[in-house]
T-cell receptor
Framework: NAGVTQTPKFQVLKTGQSMTLQCAQDMNHEYMSWYRQDPGMGLRLIHYSVGAGITDQGEVPNGYNVSRSTTEDFPLRLLSAAPSQTSVYFC?????????????????FGEGSRLTVL | AQRVTQPEKLLSVFKGAPVELKCNYSYSGSPELFWYVQYSRQRLQLLLRHISRESIKGFTADLNKGETSFHLKKPFAQEEDSAMYYCALSGYQRSQGNLIFGKGTKLSVKP
């Protein structure tokens, strides 16, 4: 049982390049999300998904795309990287989001992906 | 609007001293409040949630609806408590089920 697995752990991009951050979970969680962590800003929600085929925007979605074709996978795509997207990205998953988290368990995080855009 | 405020970026205490990490929230309904912790080079993990009314690693947090606060407390800090602490809020409604995090407080416990 690996939990939430993110790849790659580190990545350096040039401005304008595209890439995909992978996220997979083996806990059969319905809910998955992507956060970015920046110094002094805490964690900010980028996109989230409440089940396969369903995605929605979070607080800072611009410049990012997501899809959820399976329960297990929730990739985050940067279409044209910008220096402002330099950050640490965390994928997280949980059970049904319908009633908050206390009834359905905690939010499980991946180890993070550190992205630098030059 | 939902908002979580952690007023201290850094809190430094000596081993054995009491610790209080402050968290205030803004939410129109009845929120669920959580504390998450990130130790050095480890992933974020849940520390405790208000609905469980539990004590984890000596930490407790009481939800004060009148003051809209959820401060994290420990009577005697240990060096291994040094970490980044995030307060988080979730609404009950489906559309508000996402966790909203504060900006975090870095706790440093000195020997």
């Amino acid at each position: 049982n690996a939990g939430v697995t993110q790849t790659p752990k580190f990545q350096v991009l040039k401005t304008g390049q595209s890439m995909t951050l992978q996220c997979a979970q083996d806990m059969n969680h319905e809910y998955m999300s992507w956060y970015r962590q920046d110094p002094g800003m805490g964690l900010r929600l980028i996109h989230y998904s409440v089940g396969a085929g369903i995605t929605d925007q979070g607080e800072v979605p611009n410049g990012y795309n997501v899809s959820r074709s399976t329960t297990e996978d929730f990739p985050l795509r940067l279409l044209s990287a910008a220096p402002s997207q330099t950050s640490v990205y965390f994928c997280a998953s949980s059970y049904s989001p319908g009633r908050g988290f206390s009834n359905t368990g905690e939010l499980f995080f991946g180890e993070g992906s550190r992205l630098t855009v030059l | 609007a939902q908002r979580v405020t952690q007023p201290e970026k850094l809190l430094s205490v000596f081993k054995g001293a009491p610790v209080e990490l402050k968290c205030n929230y803004s939410y129109s309904g009845s929120p669920e409040l959580f504390w998450y912790v990130q130790y050095s080079r480890q992933r974020l993990q849940l520390l405790l949630r208000h609905i469980s009314r539990e004590s984890i690693k000596g930490f407790t947090a009481d939800l004060n609806k009148g003051e809209t606060s959820f401060h994290l407390k420990k009577p005697f800090a240990q060096e291994e408590d040094s970490a980044m602490y995030y307060c988080a809020l979730s609404g009950y409604q489906r559309s508000q089920g996402n966790l909203i995090f504060g900006k975090g407080t870095k706790l440093s416990v000195k020997p």
